[in-house]
Nanobody, 124 residues
Framework: QVQLVESGGGLVQAGGSLRLSCAAS????????MGWFRQAPGKEREFVAA????????YNADSVKGRFTISRDNAKRTVYLQMNSLKPEDTAVYYC?????????????????WGQGTQVTVSS
């Protein structure tokens, strides 16, 4: 089994910062690419960022490019999402997920394990 638990969400003012963490437990962590997705009320879940298992390459959605940074610490079995210059439109539940197959990092279908999500609310 693989378990992913997100933390670090909360309420922040526009322009502020938050760092989300995703702690992994189970048989495997290293050797798998990881991603962050988010879902706002009434909207479809969307891709935010992804990182290869070595941390050598990252991918970002255009909406967060230059503001969000994904990273990982395999020794701690943890993936991070540093969010800076937050905007009200960033308000959503944020999920981390483990990539399973393929090279289309933006596709939810390529991820097979998901965390429970953590709420991020950005006020104006």
């Amino acid at each position: 089994q693989v378990q992913l638990v997100e933390s670090g969400g909360g309420l922040v003012q526009a322009g502020g910062s938050l760092r989300l963490s995703c702690a992994a437990s189970g048989r495997t962590f290293s050797g798998y690419d990881m991603g962050w997705f988010r879902q706002a009320p009434g909207k479809e879940r969307e891709f935010v960022a992804a990182i290869t298992w070595t941390g050598g390459s990252t991918y970002n959605a255009d909406s967060v490019k230059g503001r969000f940074t994904i990273s990982r610490d395999n020794a701690k079995r943890t993936v991070y999402l540093q969010m800076n210059s937050l905007k009200p439109e960033d308000t959503a539940v944020y999920y981390c997920a483990r990539h399973s197959y393929g090279t289309n990092w933006r596709s939810q279908n390529e991820y097979n394990y998901w965390g429970q999500g953590t709420q991020v609310t950005v006020s104006s």
